[in-house]
């Protein structure tokens, strides 16, 4: 893998470090100029306290300012971490469990040398693939990518500063949209519904959750100076607005290795509340954090989708129509923009929907393991205020 050494200042005696190539591996169906990081051993168990006996742990050794890009990386990318004035570590580069895809990692100032790590994995929301220098006339789909990249960074940089573990931001890029499996003439125009579900036999399909922790946490070690003993294995995992998307699939690949799920504006529908049966089922022992920007997007009873309401009314009035429906699929119904079709799709999903929403009603106050916070940041600057639970009350986690 070829890499821009951006900035990088003297670690230990050292001087500058130069990136230290690592054996590549191309995942299949990826462009052949991708290259990612290489295979890594399986996940450590937990690190236990020093007995007074035991050696003492290996010290973090991170250089205060250092930016190791590949070339194959996007150029927007590129261009980011160029511009990056915050002080701390950048390594960008393709890995994986990530599906081949291009993967942020940052190290914020002020590590302490003997304190561990926690991970903080950030997914992020519709064309936030985007990447781009925000210009004036240039729609906003085209560079929200940096914005929301910046935001993460700069909350992560403040979750560092007040003490406690270190953090380590790992900052998956989605393909943005992909046709998916057993679909054909029609792909998802808004965002990858696939993001972190490996399909078994379909090369399109290799993300790996589990997977990509282990390259990454290998990166720290190799590339940025974290000794893996240091790293704690549980990870709070968040996804802010479609990013929750991501959150579900990853809750339902039964892994272990999260201990809290927070959904940023991200609870549409199924997502939150199917991460959370999938918590549930599964016996993970992990919190799924709802946060909800009060009568926005993903407010169940708020304006602009009640879904929750919704769902509800369609059950209630579809035995009233039904028989008007019949051989009219595509007929208005005369609620909202429903179809016939429509209708008796919402009338026969709100059983599965019908326990969640009342739960809900009450911010889920008697539903031990769901934790709602409601507030008034607007969708889009939830990353900056929430990212790594920067604002959220600490006794969510009591």
Request: glycine share 10%; hydrophobic share 35%.
């Amino acid at each position: 893998m070829r890499w821009l050494l951006l900035a990088a200042l003297a670690v230990g005696c050292g001087g500058p470090r130069e990136p230290q190539e690592a054996p590549t591996a191309t995942p299949p169906a990826v462009a052949p100029d991708v290259q990612t990081v290489r295979d890594v051993p399986p996940a450590t168990v937990p690190v236990k306290a020093q007995a007074e006996s035991e050696p003492e742990l290996p010290r973090s050794n991170v250089p205060p300012k250092a930016r190791l890009i590949a070339t194959s990386a996007r150029p927007g990318l590129i261009a980011f971490s160029a511009a990056l004035e915050n002080e701390g570590s950048v390594w960008v580069g393709q890995l994986r469990g990530n599906g081949g895809r291009d993967t942020v990692i940052f190290v914020p100032p002020g590590v302490r040398a003997d304190q561990p790590f926690d991970w903080i994995v950030h997914f992020h929301g519709t064309y936030s693939e985007n990447i781009a220098e925000p210009l004036n006339g240039v729609p906003k789909k085209a560079w929200v990518g940096w914005d929301r990249l910046q935001q993460v960074i700069d909350a992560v940089t403040e979750v560092q500063s007040q003490g406690g573990n270190n953090v380590a931001l790992l900052y998956p890029i989605s393909s943005g949209k992909r046709m998916e499996p057993e679909w054909k003439g029609w792909s998802n125009k808004m965002y990858d519904r696939m993001w972190m579900t490996p399909v078994a036999g379909d090369p399109r399909y290799i993300d790996d959750f589990e997977g990509m922790l282990e390259q990454a946490t290998d990166i720290l070690e190799s590339e940025l100076g974290v000794p893996r003993q240091r790293v704690q294995p549980r990870v709070l995992t968040e996804g802010h607005s479609a990013g929750g998307i991501a959150l579900r699939n990853v809750a339902a690949s039964g892994t272990n290795r999260v201990k809290e799920y927070v959904f940023l504006d991200a609870s549409f529908q199924d997502w939150a509340d199917g991460c959370f049966a999938a918590v549930r089922d599964q016996g993970q022992d992990a919190l799924v954090t709802l946060v909800i920007t009060q009568g926005g997007i993903a407010d169940p009873f708020g304006k602009r989708d009640p879904w929750c309401e919704r769902l509800e009314d369609a059950s209630r009035s579809w035995p009233e129509i039904a028989a008007t429906c019949t051989d009219h699929p595509e007929r208005r119904t005369g609620f909202g923009k429903l179809t016939c079709k429509t209708h008796e799709e919402a009338a026969k999903a709100w059983p599965d929907y019908a326990a969640w929403c009342q739960g809900m009603k009450d911010d889920m106050k008697d539903e031990p393991g769901v934790f709602v916070f409601r507030t008034k940041v607007p969708h889009g600057k939830q990353p900056r205020h929430f990212v790594g639970g920067l604002e959220l009350p600490k006794q969510r986690l009591e």
